[in-house]
C-alpha cells in the first residue's frame, strides 16, 4: 500500500454494511430477512471484480459473517470473536 485509500475503502464499506443492516432491524425484520434485504453487489464489483473466485470469497468470507454481526450489533447481542 502506498496510501490510506484501501483502508479508506474498507471502512467505507463497513459502515455501509451497519447503515443498511441497522435500518432494516429498525424495520423489525429478523436475520434472514435482513440478509435478503442488504445489498453489496457493487462493493462486490469493486472489490472483486468479475473473477468468480473472488467473488464467491467474498460472499462466503465477508457477507455472509458481515452481516451477521452487524444484525447481532444493531439487536444488542453479544458479538462473535
Sequence with gaps: MKNTSYIK?????LEDVRSQ???AVKEG??????????T????????AGDDKYRRRAFQD???????EQAYK????EQ???
Design 40 to 47: 453489496l453487489d457493487d462493493w462486490k464489483t469493486k472489490l
Design 61 to 67: 468470507f465477508f457477507v455472509v459473517p458481515g452481516i
Design 29 to 38: 425484520l429478523d436475520l434472514p430477512a435482513v440478509r435478503k434485504r442488504v
Design 9 to 13: 475503502t474498507l471502512i467505507a464499506l
Design 79 to 81: 458479538l462473535t470473536e
Design 73 to 76: 450489533e444493531a439487536k444488542g
Design 21 to 23: 443492516v441497522q435500518a
